[in-house]
């Protein structure tokens, strides 16, 4: 019953501390975290989903594969890591987007390094578990769980990137006046009205 109540207790408190480092940088005056408050929450959720259920594919120590209950049951941090990358992925490039020309640091510089790494290393990462998950479904051995090795670390590292990526996107956004100025410009002037 304790227990019961404490995995209660995590479930409810989980998503605020996944998202609240979001939710701090969009509250801030850095253009592009600002600008980008409806996605950071989001972003960050699934990169902790994706990290936190990478983490536990390595744990788990070969569970999570294979035809038996128990690896069924074991399977779920191999899920919630697939389905935290989609989020972050998808939450990066929707926010990307919408940003448009105040997300250049996503595109130019240190940051989109930093960005296009960390979709490689977690589309590859998740593209690599799912295929473990499959192949570890026909069968057991040492290639399933290196395969869940390499992809769970992938999705770590790929997690880790895109947090150094929003850092440094702040960072250069924060420096040029392009990017402070013109967006304060815009909301005071009306758009057709002389400057």
Do not use: C
Not at 5 to 34: E, F, I, K, R, S
Not at 63 to 72: C, E, M, N, T, Y
Not at 125 to 145: E, H, I, K, N, P
């Amino acid at each position: 019953r304790v227990a019961g109540v404490g995995h209660l207790a995590t479930a409810g408190l989980a998503p605020a501390l996944a998202t609240y480092t979001g939710v701090l940088l969009a509250d801030t005056a850095v253009p592009v975290w600002h600008e980008a408050h409806r996605e950071l929450p989001f972003l960050f959720a699934g990169g902790a989903a994706a990290s936190g259920g990478a983490l536990g594919v390595l744990l788990a120590g070969g569970a999570g594969v294979g035809p038996d209950p128990l690896s069924r049951r074991a399977a779920s941090p191999r899920r919630l890591a697939l389905a935290g990358s989609i989020l972050e992925m998808g939450a990066g490039e929707v926010m990307r987007r919408r940003l448009g020309e105040l997300g250049e640091p996503y595109r130019n510089g240190v940051a989109a390094i930093l960005s296009r790494a960390s979709n490689v290393a977690t589309l590859a990462g998740g593209v690599a578990l799912a295929g473990a998950g499959l192949l570890g479904a026909r069968t057991r051995g040492r290639a399933v769980r290196r395969l869940d090795v390499g992809a769970s670390a992938a999705i770590l590292v790929g997690a880790a990137l895109e947090r150094f990526a929003i850092f440094h996107a702040g960072r250069q956004s924060a420096s040029d006046p392009k990017y402070v100025v013109g967006p304060q410009r815009r909301r005071l002037v009306p758009s057709g009205a002389p400057a």
